[in-house]
């Protein structure tokens, strides 16, 4: 990513994760975060059982309305998949 950049508030240059906002300020840092979100995005909170982790390539995840969310094991990933609507994390842009 580029740290001499400033997040922007344009909803094109935005991004979720496990429901959390990420904002970029040019399209080709939103691009390159989009492509392995997991090696950018540091911890996340699974939104099953709240523990917080640090995601990599091999986490189980899944594409969901809005972006992907990661999780802390398998299970939760199931749980989540049985009833998506109870988990989902809704922030306001």
């Given amino acids: 990513m580029d740290p001499r950049l ?3 508030l344009e909803p094109d240059l935005q991004f979720r994760v496990n ?3 990420y904002r970029f300020g040019a399209e080709r ?3 390159r975060f ?3 979100p997991e090696l950018w995005c540091g911890l996340l909170r ?3 059982n709240g523990m917080r982790f640090l ?3 091999k986490t189980p995840h899944v594409s ?3 972006g992907p969310y990661y999780f802390s094991s398998d299970s939760t990933r199931d749980r989540f998949l049985d009833d998506p609507g109870k988990f989902e994390v809704k922030r306001v842009l």
């Fill in 19 to 21: 429901g959390e906002v």
């Fill in 34 to 36: 989009m492509q392995e």
């Fill in 29 to 31: 840092t939103l691009r």
């Fill in 55 to 57: 995601p990599s390539t």
């Fill in 6 to 8: 400033l997040g922007s």
């Fill in 46 to 48: 699974d939104p099953v």
């Fill in 64 to 66: 969901f309305v809005g």
